[in-house]
């Protein structure tokens, strides 16, 4: 019995009925943020004066005051050692797609034996990390190890919990030490900042006082669990996140029982613990469900300020692998882990407001009408222009499987608004009447412009930037990928598209609202050619989408081609989100992840092959010839047949295969990365037919329909 087939009879042996969490109904409320160093722990630990100031920079945007730091530095760590603290880690997001944390105890020596518990000012503001082993892109050289930190007030602390104790855990941005952007978190907050100002200067044009901007988020987060015994004997799995073979069965997602359906106790038992830890954490898990495939599921949170947000999805990320393993699961954030079935996305909800109030929800007035039409434009006009820098934010080698397949967005971008919002740019294009509750002429900022629709269409699950009533939903970004590279990409050119309203406003002589409805009416004859309501996966769609000119970046070499074009780089440039250095090494980085990940596919792979299937294709197909020659010297007339045929197939798939293997050698010595993929695929072809044929019993790998079913 191969290790396969323990691994089905291990699971088949657990307790049938999953015991249910044992944590009491109300636990949730009381524990919400307990371990999040929020409002109420701000208030209690600081003094009065210190507390204000700090709240004002969280809640207000208003600038840090640095006179305050050893003040909050005591009171973070007072808090930090009453919930059994013994740690504190600047916590960052380098450029690898995920998180970094350098613990350092609270203790300081004051003598032979002696010590205290202590953390200044100087530690919470900034620190020092070893850069020279993460991805820079050229920024800096190997030999330039150093790296900075410094501390983002308006992400709060955190107390990160482990087997053994806890670690305070306070959110920073990561520079080199020419303060070029290292990480995910400072080109961010540099978008919010540019978003901001730019929302602010258009906003005035329609006499709103200043204000507070909040650009919000919510992440919805997908996944796939298996079973960890099964895990661990896919070496592809292990190492690349994704199964580089494995043959479709049957029976997967057509009869799309699993989306909604019941949640096994086993699986519920998991999501409750995420559930406990993550709301501890303050992080507002709302939703939780089974997906479309079998073994995916979604977890979805209710919207955040959107830095505070990106930081929760990290944390989202990290609590979902951490419980699986917990609970003897593996939980898999590759964007395609299984071929043939629904691919694992991260839906990204943004919406905008200004003094409280969300700008993408239609108003209650004409004036906030007017206000909900100009900022859908000037969105609409973003993505229209600036198609190709949102794609290339979505790049990498897990989203090329997965954009355009099974329930993924194509990579071509298109907005969908649905059949009323489309009438409406229908109207004010034309300047004709638009029938809703009446046949209204409809007229910008005045009396007559009635009431706006509110979620009234249904959703285009194949469009991969949809409006859905009070927020965008992009559904293009890969369930792996870090949310602030998405982000930071829509906040600028959209703070660029609001900068080209009011431009045009302010040189526009005479009534601000005839102004604004002929502005509005050219905006929509130069941009719809982005508004798509239709099917985004047809070829009819690819067509249509080339003959508008809107751009097709299929695959990642071409996705991230637009981040080296002069203009895209003075883009973000001018709005100081990433400097010309930046961006290139963003596209650097982006080259040499997708190379080196397509590498290790592919020796993976081969490994696999030659040193797995390789030996119990050519067993089988050894004891088959001896059967057949025994048969023939014994006479035997009955089932000759039957072996000779299944001979002859297993004879040619070893064949192929060696052929195969050897073409992926030959590609791997090369660096050809395109012959890399193309070979890996041509192997993979070979190997999941042979799969159909082997026995069963001595197939060496798990297979989809024990991984996806068995749990």
Same mark, same amino acid.
């Given at each position: 019995?191969?290790?396969?087939?323990?691994?089905?009879?291990?699971?088949?042996?657990?307790?049938?009925?999953?015991?249910?969490?044992?944590?009491?109904?109300?636990?949730?409320?009381?524990?919400?943020?307990?371990?999040?160093?929020?409002?109420?722990?701000?208030?209690?630990?600081?003094?009065?004066?210190?507390?204000?100031?700090?709240?004002?920079?969280?809640?207000?945007?208003?600038?840090?005051?640095?006179?305050?730091?050893?003040?909050?530095?005591?009171?973070?760590?007072?808090?930090?050692?009453?919930?059994?603290?013994?740690?504190?880690?600047?916590?960052?997001?380098?450029?690898?797609?995920?998180?970094?944390?350098?613990?350092?105890?609270?203790?300081?020596?004051?003598?032979?034996?002696?010590?205290?518990?202590?953390?200044?000012?100087?530690?919470?503001?900034?620190?020092?990390?070893?850069?020279?082993?993460?991805?820079?892109?050229?920024?800096?050289?190997?030999?330039?190890?150093?790296?900075?930190?410094?501390?983002?007030?308006?992400?709060?602390?955190?107390?990160?919990?482990?087997?053994?104790?806890?670690?305070?855990?306070?959110?920073?941005?990561?520079?080199?030490?020419?303060?070029?952007?290292?990480?995910?978190?400072?080109?961010?907050?540099?978008?919010?900042?540019?978003?901001?100002?730019?929302?602010?200067?258009?906003?005035?044009?329609?006499?709103?006082?200043?204000?507070?901007?909040?650009?919000?988020?919510?992440?919805?987060?997908?996944?796939?669990?298996?079973?960890?015994?099964?895990?661990?004997?896919?070496?592809?799995?292990?190492?690349?996140?994704?199964?580089?073979?494995?043959?479709?069965?049957?029976?997967?997602?057509?009869?799309?029982?699993?989306?909604?359906?019941?949640?096994?106790?086993?699986?519920?038992?998991?999501?409750?613990?995420?559930?406990?830890?993550?709301?501890?954490?303050?992080?507002?898990?709302?939703?939780?469900?089974?997906?479309?495939?079998?073994?995916?599921?979604?977890?979805?949170?209710?919207?955040?300020?959107?830095?505070?947000?990106?930081?929760?999805?990290?944390?989202?990320?990290?609590?979902?692998?951490?419980?699986?393993?917990?609970?003897?699961?593996?939980?898999?954030?590759?964007?395609?882990?299984?071929?043939?079935?629904?691919?694992?996305?991260?839906?990204?909800?943004?919406?905008?407001?200004?003094?409280?109030?969300?700008?993408?929800?239609?108003?209650?007035?004409?004036?906030?009408?007017?206000?909900?039409?100009?900022?859908?434009?000037?969105?609409?006009?973003?993505?229209?222009?600036?198609?190709?820098?949102?794609?290339?934010?979505?790049?990498?080698?897990?989203?090329?499987?997965?954009?355009?397949?099974?329930?993924?967005?194509?990579?071509?971008?298109?907005?969908?608004?649905?059949?009323?919002?489309?009438?409406?740019?229908?109207?004010?294009?034309?300047?004709?009447?638009?029938?809703?509750?009446?046949?209204?002429?409809?007229?910008?900022?005045?009396?007559?412009?009635?009431?706006?629709?509110?979620?009234?269409?249904?959703?285009?699950?194949?469009?991969?930037?949809?409006?859905?009533?009070?927020?965008?939903?992009?559904?293009?970004?890969?369930?792996?990928?870090?949310?602030?590279?998405?982000?930071?990409?829509?906040?600028?050119?959209?703070?660029?598209?609001?900068?080209?309203?009011?431009?045009?406003?302010?040189?526009?002589?005479?009534?601000?609202?005839?102004?604004?409805?002929?502005?509005?009416?050219?905006?929509?004859?130069?941009?719809?050619?982005?508004?798509?309501?239709?099917?985004?996966?047809?070829?009819?769609?690819?067509?249509?989408?080339?003959?508008?000119?809107?751009?097709?970046?299929?695959?990642?070499?071409?996705?991230?081609?637009?981040?080296?074009?002069?203009?895209?780089?003075?883009?973000?440039?001018?709005?100081?989100?990433?400097?010309?250095?930046?961006?290139?090494?963003?596209?650097?980085?982006?080259?040499?992840?997708?190379?080196?990940?397509?590498?290790?596919?592919?020796?993976?792979?081969?490994?696999?092959?030659?040193?797995?299937?390789?030996?119990?294709?050519?067993?089988?197909?050894? %004891?088959?010839? *001896? #059967?057949?020659?025994?048969?023939?010297? =014994?006479? @035997?007339?009955?089932? &000759?047949?039957? /072996?000779?045929? +299944?001979?002859?197939?297993?004879?040619?798939?070893?064949?192929?295969?060696?052929?195969?293997?050897?073409?992926?050698?030959?590609?791997?010595? %090369?660096?050809? *990365? #395109?012959?890399?993929?193309?070979?890996? =695929?041509? @192997?993979?072809?070979? &190997?999941?037919? /042979?799969?159909? +044929?082997?026995?069963?019993?001595?197939?060496?790998?798990?297979?989809?329909?024990?991984?996806?079913?068995?749990?």
């Amino acid at each position: 019995m191969n290790n396969r087939i323990h691994a089905i009879n291990a699971i088949a042996e657990r307790t049938l009925e999953v015991p249910l969490a044992t944590l009491p109904p109300d636990t949730s409320i009381k524990t919400y943020g307990e371990d999040v160093f929020g409002e109420k722990e701000i208030r209690s630990f600081l003094p009065k004066s210190a507390a204000a100031k700090l709240l004002a920079t969280i809640n207000e945007g208003k600038p840090l005051d640095a006179s305050i730091s050893a003040d909050v530095a005591h009171a973070m760590k007072e808090w930090a050692l009453s919930k059994g603290a013994t740690h504190f880690t600047h916590w960052f997001q380098p450029l690898t797609g995920g998180t970094a944390e350098k613990h350092n105890s609270f203790i300081e020596p004051t003598g032979p034996a002696r010590a205290i518990q202590a953390f200044s000012g100087k530690n919470l503001i900034g620190g020092e990390a070893d850069a020279s082993s993460f991805p820079s892109g050229g920024l800096r050289s190997t030999f330039e190890a150093r790296g900075y930190t410094a501390w983002d007030p308006t992400s709060p602390a955190f107390i990160k919990r482990h087997a053994n104790g806890a670690t305070l855990c306070i959110p920073t941005a990561f520079c080199a030490h020419t303060g070029e952007a290292l990480d995910s978190k400072t080109p961010l907050l540099r978008s919010i900042q540019a978003l901001t100002k730019s929302l602010k200067r258009l906003m005035a044009h329609f006499g709103q006082r200043d204000a507070h901007v909040s650009v919000t988020l919510g992440a919805e987060q997908e996944y796939f669990l298996i079973d960890r015994g099964f895990y661990l004997q896919r070496p592809d799995l292990l190492q690349t996140g994704r199964t580089v073979f494995g043959a479709a069965p049957a029976k997967h997602q057509q009869l799309d029982d699993h989306y909604y359906g019941a949640i096994r106790p086993r699986i519920l038992k998991f999501m409750t613990e995420v559930e406990a830890q993550l709301w501890k954490l303050g992080i507002p898990a709302k939703t939780r469900h089974n997906e479309v495939a079998p073994a995916q599921f979604e977890l979805a949170p209710i919207f955040e300020d959107l830095n505070l947000a990106v930081d929760h999805n990290m944390l989202i990320m990290e609590v979902l692998q951490r419980t699986a393993e917990r609970n003897g699961l593996v939980c898999l954030l590759h964007e395609k882990p299984f071929a043939g079935v629904n691919g694992s996305g991260k839906h990204c909800n943004w919406s905008i407001a200004y003094n409280g109030r969300n700008l993408l929800e239609p108003g209650a007035n004409p004036k906030e009408n007017a206000i909900f039409l100009t900022v859908l434009l000037a969105v609409i006009r973003a993505i229209d222009l600036h198609a190709d820098l949102l794609r290339a934010s979505t790049a990498g080698a897990g989203n090329d499987h997965r954009l355009g397949a099974n329930e993924a967005p194509p990579a071509i971008l298109s907005i969908f608004l649905g059949d009323e919002l489309n009438a409406v740019m229908k109207a004010i294009e034309t300047g004709t009447s638009w029938a809703s509750r009446g046949r209204t002429r409809l007229k910008i900022g005045v009396d007559t412009l009635p009431p706006l629709p509110r979620d009234t269409t249904d959703r285009n699950r194949t469009s991969p930037f949809a409006f859905t009533g009070n927020k965008f939903e992009f559904r293009a970004p890969g369930s792996s990928q870090n949310c602030a590279q998405n982000q930071m990409v829509l906040n600028t050119i959209v703070a660029e598209s609001l900068d080209a309203l009011s431009d045009k406003l302010d040189a526009m002589p005479g009534e601000f609202n005839t102004n604004l409805q002929k502005l509005l009416q050219r905006l929509i004859r130069a941009h719809k050619r982005v508004l798509f309501a239709g099917d985004g996966y047809s070829s009819a769609w690819q067509k249509e989408a080339e003959s508008r000119g809107l751009p097709n970046l299929p695959d990642t070499l071409r996705a991230i081609a637009p981040l080296k074009v002069p203009s895209n780089q003075a883009l973000f440039e001018k709005y100081g989100v990433l400097t010309r250095n930046e961006m290139d090494s963003r596209y650097e980085i982006a080259l040499e992840d997708y190379e080196r990940r397509i590498r290790i596919e592919c020796g993976v792979a081969l490994e696999i092959a030659r040193s797995m299937i390789r030996p119990v294709v050519a067993d089988e197909f050894s %004891k088959l010839a *001896t #059967a057949i020659s025994i048969a023939k010297k =014994d006479g @035997l007339k009955v089932g &000759v047949t039957g /072996l000779r045929a +299944l001979s002859l197939k297993l004879g040619a798939g070893l064949d192929d295969l060696h052929v195969k293997c050897e073409r992926l050698d030959k590609s791997i010595a %090369k660096n050809d *990365t #395109a012959a890399q993929r193309m070979a890996l =695929d041509d @192997l993979r072809r070979t &190997v999941d037919a /042979l799969e159909y +044929l082997v026995d069963d019993s001595r197939w060496p790998l798990p297979k989809y329909r024990e991984m996806l079913f068995v749990s």
